[in-house]
Nanobody, 123 residues
Framework: QVQLVESGGGLVQAGGSLRLSCTASGSFFSINNMGWYRQAPGNQRELVAAITSGGRPDYADSVKGRFTISRDNAGTAVFLQMNSMKPEDTAVYYC?????????????????WGQGTQVTVSS
């Protein structure tokens, strides 16, 4: 069973930094895109940043220049370095990965989600 396990959330003052980590575990063939989404109370879940298997990043306009997404060399972990944080960055952050699995010869490509980690930025 594939799981995405997140860590690194917490409380930080405006202007501060946090680093989120997400690691895929279990049995899988490959991981394509990985990314981070966030959801604030009363809002829809939104994409924060994504990164391809080749390492090409993409960012929401609201975080460009402040957040950096990266992956480890094995391609099974994704990180989000968040700098110059603002109160409007407060949300539950979710890791997402596009993962290919093989089971008894059956290939499947599915979206997986982490459990979410709370990030709170105080003003």
């Amino acid at each position: 069973q594939v799981q995405l396990v997140e860590s690194g959330g917490g409380l930080v003052q405006a202007g501060g930094s946090l680093r989120l980590s997400c690691t895929a575990s279990g049995s899988f063939f490959s991981i394509n895109n990985m990314g981070w989404y966030r959801q604030a109370p009363g809002n829809q879940r939104e994409l924060v940043a994504a990164i391809t298997s080749g390492g090409r990043p993409d960012y929401a306009d609201s975080v460009k220049g402040r957040f950096t997404i990266s992956r480890d060399n094995a391609g099974t972990a994704v990180f989000l370095q968040m700098n110059s944080m603002k109160p409007e960055d407060t949300a539950v952050y979710y890791c997402n990965a596009d993962i290919v699995t093989v089971d008894s010869g059956n290939w499947r490509r599915s979206d997986y989600w982490g459990q979410g980690t709370q990030v709170t930025v105080s003003s």
